[in-house]
């Protein structure tokens, strides 16, 4: 069973809409991470946070925000959705104290996100 | 920096066929080793890691052997099922600790 989940699992917007990803844990993990998957498969670090009011910008520039106001939810929003943000994204959370991720990541079951 | 390397693919193999992905890392220290595995439609799994050099990570008939002297961690099946089809991912932390990088994905279709 997830305790990572990720909503909605499906969506096909209009350029310019405003969208919110939900990601919620239920482990009580200070680390959680965006993720966003391209097409050929590779993964690519977009967003992450290490705690409650903490966020940092991944490897991958995006136009993505993000916000942690309580533990277990980790919102990915776009302001302005484009054709070039049609992607999946994954939501992970770690568990474990300090900002290492020696213990891996539980992931969420994804957002396949459709820009028309 | 840390980095990953991992065979590119598709691999398709019969059932019961011998798997082997290979995957090569570069990184300061030793950092854990890690495969999750990919099903379709899905998010990543935790497949098996290892936090040590020599350490053996097994799970589900797979095995991952730390390998310091070669910077391996390659994936090994003795006999493949056909729900085995998947995408695997090599991984460790990024080389300031705080984030997971990955391989580009190894896509293994298994025939009946």
């Known amino acids: 069973e997830a305790d990572i989940y990720q909503t909605p699992r499906y969506l096909v917007i209009g350029t310019g809409k405003k969208i919110t990803l939900e990601c919620s844990q239920t482990?009580?993990?200070?680390?959680m991470y965006w993720y966003q998957q391209d097409p050929g498969m590779e993964l690519h670090l977009i967003h992450y946070s290490y705690g409650v009011n903490s966020t940092e910008k991944g490897d991958l520039s995006s136009e993505s925000t993000v916000s942690r106001i309580r533990t277990e939810h980790f919102p990915l929003t776009l302001e302005s959705a484009r054709p070039s943000h049609t992607s999946q994204y994954l939501c992970?959370?770690?568990?474990?104290?300090?900002?290492?991720?020696?213990?891996?990541?539980?992931f969420g079951s994804g957002t396949r996100l459709t820009v028309v | 920096g840390d980095s990953v390397t991992q065979m590119e693919g598709p691999v398709t193999l019969s059932e019961e066929a011998f798997l082997t992905i290979n995957c090569t890392y570069t990184a300061t220290g030793y950092p854990s080793l890690f495969w999750y595995v990919q099903y379709p439609g899905e998010g990543l799994q935790l497949l098996l890691k290892?936090?040590?050099?020599?350490d053996k990570g097994s799970n589900k008939g797979f095995e991952a052997t730390y390998r310091k002297e070669t910077t391996s961690f390659h994936l090994e099946k003795g006999s493949v099922q056909v729900s085995d089809s998947a995408v695997y991912f090599c991984a460790l932390p990024n080389q300031a600790g705080t984030a997971l990088i990955f391989g580009k994905g190894t896509t293994l279709s298994v025939s009946s």
């Open positions: 992970a959370s770690s568990p474990g104290t300090g900002v290492g991720v020696n213990y891996g990541y539980t």
């Open positions: 482990m009580g993990h200070d680390k």
């Open positions: 290892a936090t040590k050099a020599d």
